[in-house]
């Protein structure tokens, strides 16, 4: 556990940044090793089938995201304050909430699912192994919740260290069965999503039995679980806005998928591996966000809001000078990138537009997510679902929309990403600036 309530704060935001920075490559990893092994075993239709699946699952999971991660900032706030004993009360809620809210996606995704890729106009060639492929990974949604339930406690009270060890753990186990299942046993796309919900479920029973001898407040027993209405009502205030804006972004990325599989396979499947090129490329901002939200809720928990300005400043320094590294990298590199893919040269080059494109405006994708985090942090997550909503559904979809449909191709698409951004930051920079979110702390120990 980690306090962040003294000490220099760039230090403790970039120590605090790093193991975390790590799990998410390595969360990534689950993906990019699916499509790589697909793209070069199965082909461009399978990899435009496992492409196509993820908008419609982040449908599914977002909004049980959102609220789980108010429960997390609740978990911080009182880690912050001392209350142990809530912080406990706190676990055991988070823990029924993903068990039941997991099944329910399960079975809503697995009745669905066939209709939700008629509805994105789906080119018939790929709609089979996209169903096999999504209804297997939603097999797993128990354990794919349950270890990313307890990474998000052990976050909130300041361990961004141990769901590194069992992530990078479960990322090999899951490319020794993609490769097995795949290449050895010569399955489908069923292989690669059995590989990740056996390597996912692995991990969550690893993780509860290390915590269950060796932690100080996980203690994770079935029939001693107790749900508490009060903390999960905070959780749920705080947490649902997030889940909210979690959904818009999923439909309206499902959306975005539907523009895309307008224009056949190859823009599918370019597509689906441009978009986790640029996935990885994302992560170091998106983790010092993060990173910054759990020292936000920690330091206005601890009634010490003067620190926080000080770790905003610290965190736009790292974030600018690692966006700047990575962007040059990916315009540089973006074809080599997408080579590791596949060895199809028009999904090369498609893919290649759409990382030059994106990958120049990464620094707005970055200050648009520090702002936002300091809102989360505080509690204070209505305004970023409200700020998402109007820069996805008032610029990014429609832009996408009107200019593929005025220039004929793809390119439309991809500059519609960074004129949301653009948005999106200029929102969240003003709401910054009132300074009203240090208004919505749940905990209270004297005036802000």
Request: glycine fraction near 10%; charge should be positive; charged fraction near 10%.
């Amino acid at each position: 556990m980690k306090d962040m309530t003294s000490g220099n704060e760039a230090k403790l935001i970039l120590n605090f940044a790093l193991p975390m920075l790590a799990g998410n490559i390595f969360q990534q990893l689950y993906n990019i090793v699916d499509t790589i092994i697909v793209g070069n075993f199965l082909g461009k239709e399978a990899l435009a089938a496992v492409g196509a699946s993820f908008p419609v699952i982040f449908v599914l999971i977002s909004l049980i995201i959102g609220i789980a991660s108010g429960i997390t900032i609740v978990i911080s706030q009182y880690f912050g304050a001392g209350d142990l004993v809530s912080v406990s009360k706190a676990i055991d809620t988070m823990y029924i909430t993903l068990f039941f809210t997991s099944l329910v996606a399960t079975v809503a995704g697995i009745l669905l699912s066939e209709e939700i890729f008629l509805l994105l106009n789906l080119p018939l060639e790929v709609m089979p192994q996209a169903l096999t492929y999504m209804n297997i990974y939603l097999l797993g949604m128990v354990g794919f919740f349950g270890f990313n339930g307890t990474s998000g406690i052990l976050r909130g009270l300041g361990d961004s260290r141990t769901p590194v060890y069992f992530l990078i753990g479960s990322t090999l186990v899951n490319i020794i069965l993609d490769l097995l299942f795949v290449v050895v046993f010569g399955m489908g796309v069923e292989g690669v999503a059995l590989a990740t919900v056996i390597s996912q479920g692995g991990a969550f029973v690893a993780i509860i039995l290390y915590l269950n001898r060796k932690h100080e407040l996980i203690k994770l027993t079935i029939t001693k679980l107790k749900f508490d209405k009060r903390i999960f009502a905070q959780g749920f205030k705080i947490g649902l806005p997030t889940g909210l804006q979690q959904t818009f972004v999923a439909v309206g990325i499902m959306a975005i998928m539907g523009i895309v599989n307008s224009f056949g396979t190859d823009v599918i499947a370019a597509f689906a591996v441009a978009s986790r090129i640029d996935s990885i490329a994302v992560i170091p901002a998106m983790i010092l966000a993060q990173a910054l939200a759990t020292f936000v809720g920690q330091n206005l928990g601890g009634n010490k809001p003067e620190r926080v300005r000080r770790g905003v400043i610290a965190t736009i320094k790292l974030t600018t000078l690692i966006t700047i590294i990575t962007s040059a990298l990916i315009i540089s590199l973006g074809s080599l990138f997408m080579k590791a893919f596949t060895s199809d040269e028009t999904v090369i080059s498609i893919g290649r537009e759409y990382l030059t494109i994106v990958s120049l405006f990464y620094i707005i994708f970055a200050m648009m997510f520090i702002y936002n985090g300091v809102m989360r942090g505080a509690g204070d997550t209505l305004i970023p679902m409200l700020i998402t909503l109007l820069s996805l559904w008032i610029v990014r979809v429609p832009l996408a929309w009107f200019l593929a449909d005025r220039l004929g191709n793809e390119t439309g698409i991809w500059w519609s990403f960074p004129a949301g951004w653009l948005v999106g930051l200029i929102l969240a920079w003003s709401y910054y600036k009132t300074g009203n979110w240090k208004k919505k702390v749940i905990v209270k120990p004297g005036p802000l």
